[in-house]
């Protein structure tokens, strides 16, 4: 088969282009298959805890991540949405929206999506003052009110990246307290521009044609806080969706052992994708060469 490859790698986050790099050196003849390259990864703020690295932003991190990918002779396919994968007899078929592909094995790598609220003004406000990236659109909100929506380390990354830019920081979080790292937490406790609003619910987003209210609900009843901007940081759903026979956790993640295989022969997968523990962006790029390693192994053995 002529448009046969060895592998195919879906996603081009740190799991996606780890496994790319260490599939080039090992000359395998494959293709990468992604919505955009980053990931995640692209919309972190500041970062603190990758090794090599006592401080690099997201974006910066991930361009070192694309410039060494793109030293080799890469067959990528970007902007390239996959809608389904199959292994019928031996071979693994991916299909996009722009055609059908085919290989020995398949690396799925395509990371997490946003979470939404599901509240009114949502879906009317989205991208009209409403956002899911901090990192992406927290410029455009220079010395206005803001509202970010979680307790855990995204939405306290996304709030430390806003407090430098926004006029003030409401953080509307529906537990008893903050949740994610501690140095993380205390800076944003700190900060004077912030305000955390614990043990409160979102009920609603108000506008005209931008937002200029959050609706939350506390003890003391429901409130409408004016604010400008909203960014909502409340975890992210598996993009796992198109992955059809691979057995997946109830959180909808793609179960892997050690070796990165899947429950069907030839199927990989790694990185947040998957019910590996922590989400971190070292350990996707750890998972990822994990998953490219046992898929080369996989191909030779089943010539």
Known sequence: MANLYDLIIVGAGPAGITAAVYAARKRMKFLVLTGDIGGQAAWSGDIENYTGYQFVTGPDLVSKFEEHMRRYAIDFHENEEVMGISKPIGLVKVNTRKGE??????????????????????????????????????PLFSGKDVAVVGGGNSALDAALGLIRIAKSVYVVNNTVRLGGDA??????????????????????IAGDKMVTAIKVRTASGEESIAVQGIFVEIGLIPNSSFAGPVERNERGEIKVN??????????????????????????????????ALSAFKYINQSR
């Open 258 to 291: 050690c070796k990165n295989e899947t429950n069907i022969p030839g199927i990989f997968a790694a990185g947040d994708v998957t019910d590996v523990s922590e989400k971190q962006i070292i350990i996707a790029a750890g998972e990822g060469s994990k998953a």
């Open 101 to 138: 592909y085919t290989a020995r094995a398949i690396i799925i790598a395509s990371g997490k999506m946003s979470r939404e609220l599901g509240v009114p003004g949502e879906k009317e406000f989205k991208n009209k003052g409403l956002t899911y990236c901090a990192t992406c659109d927290g």
């Open 183 to 204: 140095v993380m937490r205390e800076k944003v406790e700190k900060a004077p521009n912030v305000k955390v609003i614990n043990e409160a619910k979102v009920t609603g």
